[in-house]
Nanobody, 121 residues
Framework: QVQLVESGGGLVQAGGSLRLSCAVS??????YGWFRQAPGKEREFVAA????????YYADSVKGRFTISRDNAKITVYLQMNSLKPEDTAIYSC????????????????WGQGTQVTVSS
């Protein structure tokens, strides 16, 4: 059974940092993505990583501030978030796809429950 379990969310002041983790069990995938959903808004793409080659892809809104990475041995995907802004407040979810799909939300077929990130001003 495939499971994606996020952790690391919390409350942080603007300008601070958080690192989210996504522990994966059941199998490995080619694509891992982080998405976020703020209240009243649609879920939006944040970052993605190709498991085998390590290629990464970011939303323009987080480029230069967020870094997605992976630990092959632990089958864990991370999202390091620096210089956080109040507009980054959202529920962050990790996702997985069998092929490389980058930012294509509709092609991810496994999702975690999400972790809340709140950035105060």
């Amino acid at each position: 059974q495939v499971q994606l379990v996020e952790s690391g969310g919390g409350l942080v002041q603007a300008g601070g940092s958080l690192r989210l983790s996504c522990a994966v069990s059941g199998r490995t995938f080619s694509s891992y993505g982080w998405f976020r959903q703020a209240p009243g808004k649609e879920r939006e793409f944040v970052a993605a990583i190709n498991w085998s080659g390590g290629s990464t892809y970011y939303a323009d809104s987080v480029k230069g501030r967020f870094t997605i990475s992976r630990d092959n041995a632990k089958i864990t995907v991370y999202l390091q978030m620096n210089s956080l802004k109040p507009e980054d407040t959202a529920i962050y979810s990790c996702s997985a796809a069998k092929t490389w799909v980058g930012a294509q939300k509709g092609w991810y077929d496994h999702w975690g429950q999400g972790t809340q990130v709140t950035v105060s001003s």
